[in-house]
């Protein structure tokens, strides 16, 4: 089951803040990038995820955020790189934002 039309407006509406967001559907999902970078998820039973990368995953573990694990039929649960927003964060645009660019700080690669 994929996103609905109000579940994709919903997590635009949720990073606003951050200007541009392009989206593409993804495994039921959908991925959000900013300036060509993807930093969430937005998976089809509504929980949204932010990707985190070095130093950055702290921060979600001690907010208490949970990684996305997946397993196939059959193997170990594999953890990926993506944790659920702090739960002030779900339903406020500049808490999400606030964490939504810090997690890019660590994903963007430096400007030149």
Known sequence: MGLSAEAIEA???LFCGLGEITTRRMMGG??????????????????IYLKGAGPFISEFEAAGCTRWTYARPGKAPVGMPYWTLPE????????????????????????A
């Not at 959908?30 to 929980?47: E, K, N, Q, V």
């Not at 002030?88 to 400007?111: F, G, K, Q, T, V």
């Open 30 to 47: 959908l991925c959000l990038y900013h300036r060509g970078t993807i930093f969430a998820l937005a998976m089809s039973d509504g929980t």
């Open 11 to 13: 997590a635009r509406d």
């Open 88 to 111: 002030a964060a779900l339903d406020d645009p500049d808490i999400a934002c606030d964490w939504a660019h810090r997690a890019l700080a660590h994903l963007e690669p430096p400007s």
